[in-house]
């Protein structure tokens, strides 16, 4: 079965920053794009941007661009998302997903069990 | 980029009765990339529907997407007290991909 399992909680202070692993299995890893979306304690969800798995080609959101990278690690079926110089209003649980098709843009219908990153002084 | 309003801000209804939850774009779709998701406290959220209409695998038939162009609707026929959540729509027509702010469903 499809799985998506993220890396645990982190701490960060502000100005730091945090790399987020989610390693997927279950189906072939080159197949899918890998959408993060994150969700901000008590607030809605936020595109973050995707990553295609298998050119590596990403696209981000302009709300993080220059601060995200999105990489993967095909021999382990790992997907990694960066965010540097971390402020506090990038506290939020970041999510990974797989798209439900092969296009970047296809809405994901696979989540991974979300990581909070907390960025506090 | 597209903006979601979505609405009602909070919907209390009871079991068995008839949701219609209801989305609406800044700017007109041209192909229908219009997802729904369902989100319960403390987990992830979960595909409903995409195409505006196309229930994802394993979703049930009271779950029901329509609209076109920029008013789009979500329907649950009869609600079951498993379907009281947080519901988003989603834009995947272009870049930058949008949420809607989400639909309370409450009993």
């Known amino acids: 079965q499809v799985q998506l399992v993220q890396s645990g909680a982190e701490v960060r202070k502000p100005g730091a920053s945090v790399k987020v692993s989610c390693k997927a299995s279950?189906?072939?890893?080159?197949?899918?794009?890998i959408t993060w979306v994150r969700q901000a304690p008590g607030q809605g969800l936020e595109w973050m941007g995707w990553?295609?798995?298998?050119?590596?080609?990403?696209n981000h959101a302009q709300k993080v661009q220059g601060r995200v990278t999105m990489t993967t690690d095909t021999s382990t079926s790992t997907v990694f998302m960066e965010l540097r110089n971390l402020r506090s209003d990038d506290t939020a649980v970041y999510y990974c997903?797989?798209?439900?098709?092969?296009?970047?843009?296809?809405?994901?219908?696979?989540w991974g069990q979300g990581t909070l990153v907390t960025v506090s002084s | 980029e597209i903006l979601l309003t979505q609405s009602p801000g909070t919907l209390s209804l009871s079991p068995g009765e008839r949701a219609t939850l209801s989305c609406r774009a800044s700017?007109?779709?041209?192909?229908?990339?219009l997802a729904w998701y369902q989100q319960k406290p403390g987990q992830a959220p979960r595909l409903l529907i995409h195409?505006?209409?196309g229930r994802a695998t394993g979703i049930p038939d009271r779950f029901s997407g329509s609209g076109s162009g920029t008013d789009f609707t979500l329907t649950i026929s009869r609600l079951e007290p498993e379907d009281f959540a947080v519901y988003y729509c989603?834009?995947?027509?272009?870049?930058?991909?949008?949420f809607g702010q989400g639909t309370r469903l409450e009993i």
């Open positions: 989603q834009q995947y027509d272009r870049s930058p991909i949008t």
């Open positions: 700017q007109s779709f041209s192909r229908n990339y």
């Open positions: 195409g505006a209409s």
């Open positions: 997903a797989r798209g439900s098709s092969g296009w970047e843009y296809s809405p994901p219908d696979y």
């Open positions: 279950g189906y072939t890893f080159t197949t899918y794009a």
């Open positions: 990553i295609n798995s298998y050119n590596g080609n990403t």
